[in-house]
């Protein structure tokens, strides 16, 4: 009996020790990357950098700004050879878009220029302009997914009238992530965490007996609104209180409501998504934003494994 209880004190101290022995520390490492800041906290120096250049190339496939990127050729061209990935974010935006009637939709970028809440937000409040209710109503003729075409086999793309112009702001920052997630597992980190802004996604636990924990701001001051412990989870937020604009006393947020052609103005503050991937996660936290605290709410039920907080005024 004495010997066998040595035994297990000896298993549980020889664990302990091999668990010791085995913790490495933690590298972090920080870039700015597709207009946000990109953070990689992982054990392995060299896949936190074969990470970051996965998210670069990510970039320079979607980003709206780089002039050679497959999504600039496509809103130039109106049509584009797209890469596997590119087609793999069309496809999940289209399907977005179906779910949500329209509420989530990345051809809401004529919008985004029309109501240019980043160079808005910039000026002074007396210089702000708001776009007329005829350009909202020339750009609105141009939004709508239904003019987006994907040619799966050849993996083209078409966008089928002139003047369509995509903007994958609400979903390729987390499919970015779970890009950044994929490369590291595939150096064999089994523990890591990817924050890009909004979008965060957890491999497996910081450490024995420690999780990783991802604290939500609070809409209106610097404290937390929430905690979550996550395990292999993604987690995203949509708000309007961090890009906004305003003018005559009134909020303008850089969500748009594709139905409206107007930002925002439900009296949502902030949506996040708890989910198995950023793709998803940043998608649909746009999507519950947009369709408000009553219709997002039932829009999230659809989906399985999917946690939802919504932050209204
Ligand atoms: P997020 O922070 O993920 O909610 O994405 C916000 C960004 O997505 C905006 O800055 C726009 O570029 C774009 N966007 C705005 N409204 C929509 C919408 N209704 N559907 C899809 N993308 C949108
Ligand atoms: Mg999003």
Same mark, same amino acid.
């Given at each position: 009996?004495?010997?066998?209880?040595?035994?297990?004190?000896?298993?549980?101290?020889?664990?302990?020790?091999?668990?010791?022995?085995?913790?490495?520390?933690?590298?972090?490492?920080?870039?700015?990357?597709?207009?946000?800041?990109?953070? @990689?906290?992982?054990?392995?120096?060299?896949? @936190?950098?074969?990470?970051?250049?996965?998210?670069?190339?990510?970039?320079? =496939?979607?980003?709206?700004?780089?002039?050679?990127?497959?999504?600039?050729?496509?809103?130039? #061209?109106?049509?584009?050879?797209?890469?596997?990935?590119?087609?793999?974010?069309?496809?999940?935006?289209?399907?977005?878009?179906?779910?949500?009637?329209?509420?989530?939709?990345?051809?809401?970028?004529?919008?985004?220029?029309? +109501?240019?809440?980043?160079?808005?937000?910039?000026?002074?409040?007396?210089?702000?302009?708001?776009?007329?209710?005829?350009?909202? /109503?020339?750009?609105?003729?141009?939004?709508?997914?239904?003019?987006?075409?994907? #040619? %799966?086999?050849?993996?083209? @793309?078409?966008?089928?009238?002139?003047?369509?112009?995509?903007?994958?702001?609400?979903?390729?920052?987390?499919?970015?992530? #779970?890009?950044?997630?994929?490369? =590291?597992?595939?150096?064999?980190?089994?523990?890591?965490?990817?924050?890009?802004?909004? %979008?965060?996604?957890?491999?497996?636990?910081?450490?024995? =007996?420690?999780? +990783?924990?991802?604290?939500? /701001?609070?809409?209106?001051? #610097?404290?937390?609104?929430?905690?979550?412990? =996550?395990?292999?989870?993604?987690?995203?937020?949509?708000?309007?209180?961090?890009?906004?604009?305003?003018?005559?006393?009134?909020?303008?947020?850089?969500?748009?409501?594709?139905?409206?052609?107007?930002?925002?103005?439900?009296?949502?503050?902030?949506?996040?998504?708890?989910?198995?991937?950023?793709?998803?996660?940043?998608?649909?936290?746009?999507? @519950?934003?947009?369709?408000?605290?009553?219709?997002?709410?039932?829009?999230?039920?659809?989906?399985?494994?999917? !946690?939802? !907080?919504?932050?209204?005024?």
């Amino acid at each position: 009996m004495k010997r066998a209880f040595y035994f297990l004190c000896f298993i549980f101290n020889f664990s302990f020790f091999l668990c010791g022995c085995s913790v490495r520390p933690y590298h972090s490492d920080t870039r700015l990357i597709m207009g946000t800041v990109f953070d @990689i906290i992982a054990q392995d120096e060299e896949a @936190i950098k074969k990470a970051f250049r996965e998210i670069e190339r990510i970039d320079s =496939l979607m980003s709206d700004y780089k002039p050679d990127s497959e999504i600039s050729r496509l809103n130039r #061209d109106g049509r584009v050879k797209a890469s596997p990935e590119t087609i793999v974010v069309f496809r999940a935006a289209k399907k977005i878009y179906n779910l949500s009637g329209g509420a989530f939709d990345v051809t809401v970028g004529p919008l985004v220029k029309l +109501w240019n809440i980043k160079a808005n937000m910039a000026k002074d409040a007396s210089l702000v302009k708001l776009p007329t209710e005829e350009k909202i /109503k020339q750009a609105l003729s141009c939004v709508s997914s239904d003019f987006i075409e994907i #040619d %799966e086999k050849n993996r083209i @793309i078409k966008l089928k009238k002139r003047g369509v112009s995509v903007d994958l702001g609400a979903i390729a920052r987390g499919y970015a992530v #779970d890009r950044a997630i994929k490369t =590291l597992k595939k150096c064999g980190v089994r523990n890591a965490l990817v924050n890009a802004g909004g %979008e965060t996604y957890c491999l497996g636990a910081k450490g024995f =007996l420690a999780p +990783w924990r991802v604290g939500i /701001k609070a809409p209106r001051n #610097d404290n937390t609104a929430n905690i979550f412990t =996550l395990k292999n989870k993604a987690v995203s937020t949509s708000g309007g209180y961090e890009q906004f604009f305003v003018y005559n006393n009134k909020r303008y947020a850089r969500i748009i409501d594709p139905r409206t052609g107007h930002p925002v103005d439900n009296g949502v503050i902030s949506v996040t998504v708890v989910t198995d991937n950023g793709l998803t996660a940043d998608a649909l936290s746009t999507a @519950i934003f947009v369709l408000g605290k009553e219709k997002g709410g039932q829009f999230a039920r659809r989906f399985k494994n999917v !946690r939802v !907080r919504i932050i209204t005024r």
